[in-house]
């Protein structure tokens, strides 16, 4: 079992900066892929951006540029750097892993509870 918990969100302006962090414990291997998936309301969890063991990174086209995942693996934390935030990022982010992709979409083995994130305009 690996039990992740997720941290740092929040009601932010639009154009502001959040980062949420993953603390994850038990079970966990640094060959990992760490992800961030988010879902907001009315609408499917979708694929925000996962950082490889290798220290590649793959993000989904609506958040290039303005996301950034970082791990630090002596603490088994991943981070999730949000700039530029706008009105449409609001959702309840997850942390997840191991991520991988499945054939025709993201997915992972286990989940945190999700922290809210709320971006006003």
């Known amino acids: 079992q690996v039990q992740l918990v997720e941290s740092g969100g929040g009601l932010v302006q639009a154009g502001g900066s959040l980062r949420l962090s993953c603390a994850a414990s038990?079970?966990?291997?640094?060959?990992?892929?760490m992800g961030w998936f988010r879902q907001a309301p009315g609408k499917e969890r979708e694929f925000v951006g996962i950082?490889?063991?290798?220290?590649?990174?793959n993000y989904a086209d609506p958040v290039k540029g303005r996301f950034t995942i970082s791990r630090d693996n002596a603490k088994n934390t991943v981070y999730l750097q949000m700039n530029g935030l706008k009105p449409e990022d609001t959702a309840v982010y997850y942390c997840?892993?191991?991520?991988?992709?499945?054939?025709?979409?993201?997915?992972?083995?286990?989940w945190g509870q999700g922290t809210q994130v709320t971006v006003s305009s």
């Open positions: 038990g079970r966990t291997r640094s060959d990992y892929g």
């Open positions: 997840a892993a191991p991520t991988y992709y499945s054939g025709s979409y993201w997915t992972a083995d286990y």
């Open positions: 950082k490889w063991s290798t220290g590649s990174t």
